[in-house]
């Protein structure tokens, strides 16, 4: 059941250039999308969020882009630093707020110095 | 930051025993959850818990499994007679409001032998 997925396991990015991470969704009911962070032995960390009706929301050095049409979300990050690397999961849920998140498999980014 | 704080951060046990993972949410959260990451697949809602009862659970949440809510601090995911393909990270979460958004802790590695 691949509801949300992420279809790069990695990525590898030049300090100060942009991270461009992908998640494509399958459930058109999807209603809030999300992206957390994840260091080693901690727990993912909200990043950035947007909601259906929105195909864009920016916060400092991180933009998530939504195509609804296309099923399809991305965060850029800009400019990449290198306390950036880490795992990158997305995830849907059906509406704001709902209990169960969907999670992608997750992106793991390193920035090169 | 306040976090949340699980223990132990790894455990070990025989198949067919019981566990007991501990969680303390944030002291204000009135939302609590329990999320699970089998060794390179996504993270996984199982349970999550409101006003002292449960509000919607996963099938992986089967008879096996159960929750607590003991005191007004811990938050304990009990699982009866563990099997070999529970061996995952277990990652409890809570937020202060349904809208809000979502701090986990950093996990606890339960390893079934």
């Known amino acids: 059941d691949q509801q949300v997925k992420q279809n790069s396991p990695s990525l590898s990015v030049q300090e100060g250039r942009i991270s461009i991470l992908n998640c494509d969704y399958t459930n058109s009911m999807f209603d809030y999308f999300l992206w957390y962070k994840k260091y080693p032995a901690e727990g993912p960390t909200f990043l950035i969020s947007?909601?259906?009706?929105?195909d864009k929301n920016e916060d400092g050095r991180f933009t998530v882009f939504l195509n609804k049409s296309a099923k399809h979300l991305s965060l850029h990050i800009v400019p990449s630093q290198p306390g950036d690397s880490a795992v990158y999961f997305c995830?849907?849920?059906?509406?704001?707020?709902?209990?169960?998140?969907?999670f992608g498999t997750g992106t793991r980014l390193t920035i090169i110095p | 930051e306040p976090e949340v704080t699980q223990t132990p951060s790894h455990q070990v046990t025989q198949m067919g025993q019981e566990v007991i993972l501990r969680c303390v949410p944030i002291s204000n959260h009135l939302y609590f959850y329990w999320y699970r990451q089998i060794l390179g697949q996504k993270v996984e809602f199982l349970v999550s818990?409101?006003?002292?009862?449960?509000?919607?659970k996963s099938e992986i949440f089967d008879d096996q499994f159960s929750v607590e809510r003991p005191d007004g601090s811990n938050f304990t995911l009990k699982i009866r007679s563990t099997k070999l393909e529970d061996s995952a990270m277990y990652f409890c979460a809570s937020k202060e409001g349904i809208n809000e958004k979502l701090f986990f802790g950093s996990g606890t590695q339960l390893s079934v032998l």
């Open positions: 947007i909601s259906s009706i929105k």
């Open positions: 818990f409101y006003n002292n009862e449960i509000s919607e």
């Open positions: 995830a849907a849920t059906l509406q704001t707020g709902a209990n169960n998140l969907f």
